[in-house]
């Protein structure tokens, strides 16, 4: 019943738009056309951004640093049982809500959701942000220059939920 629900909001949804459009005398076709041109222009204009940083998260996974950064966090991740597996989730949710999932379905190939890695990750997926994505993408749409404290607070809030959700994961498998 609910899968049924859901599937039928967005025609209903549509068909009410319209509808009120119609009601009001609007040209709903009209001003459906300029929100989408207003669209592509928001597109053309991120798109460098959304490459840059695109780019430099797979330049990371493909160059190997990943791998060289945990070889040698390991040692001190099994020292606190942290699982240092869930480091490039970490990584790459700073930059790429994608590239993160990503990251995070290879981890469940490897180890399975149900695992302390897979939940970790998970968890740390779900209660994070994409602290540079946000930052460049969204800032750099509005013309938002002087990010103070936007930076430290994000990333302060990033590992925040980073450690909560390893302790919650360590908590749910201990």
């Known amino acids: 019943m609910?899968?049924?629900?859901?599937?039928s909001l967005i025609p209903i949804l549509f068909f009410m738009i319209v509808f009120y459009g119609w009601r009001k005398k609007q040209d709903v076709y009209q001003e459906f056309l300029k929100g989408v041109g207003e669209?592509?222009?928001?597109?053309?204009?991120?798109?460098?951004?959304?490459?840059?940083?695109?780019?430099?998260?797979n330049m990371v996974r493909t160059s190997?640093?990943?791998?060289?950064?945990?070889?040698?966090?390991?040692?001190?991740?099994?020292?606190?049982?942290?699982?240092?597996?869930v480091i490039p989730v970490v990584v790459a949710k700073?930059?790429?809500?994608?590239?993160?999932t990503g990251i995070l379905l290879d981890l469940y190939k490897e180890y399975g959701a149900d695992s302390l890695i897979g939940f970790t990750a998970s968890l740390i997926l779900?209660?994070?942000?994409?602290?540079?994505?946000?930052?460049?993408?969204?800032?750099?749409?509005v013309g938002i220059k002087?990010?103070?404290?936007?930076?430290?607070?994000?990333?302060?809030?990033?590992?925040?939920?980073?450690i909560a959700s390893i302790l919650i994961g360590q908590a749910v498998f201990s």
Do not use: H
Request: charge should be neutral; hydrophobic fraction near 50%.
């Open 2 to 7: 609910i899968s049924y629900i859901s599937s």
């Open 39 to 57: 669209g592509f222009k928001i597109v053309l204009e991120i798109a460098p951004t959304l490459i840059g940083l695109f780019m430099a998260v």
């Open 64 to 85: 190997g640093a990943m791998e060289v950064m945990l070889t040698v966090l390991r040692p001190i991740g099994e020292a606190v049982k942290f699982p240092v597996e």
């Open 94 to 100: 700073l930059f790429s809500s994608s590239a993160a």
């Open 126 to 141: 779900s209660s994070t942000e994409t602290v540079f994505y946000t930052m460049s993408v969204y800032f750099m749409y």
């Open 146 to 162: 002087k990010t103070r404290w936007t930076l430290p607070g994000a990333l302060l809030s990033m590992m925040a939920g980073t």
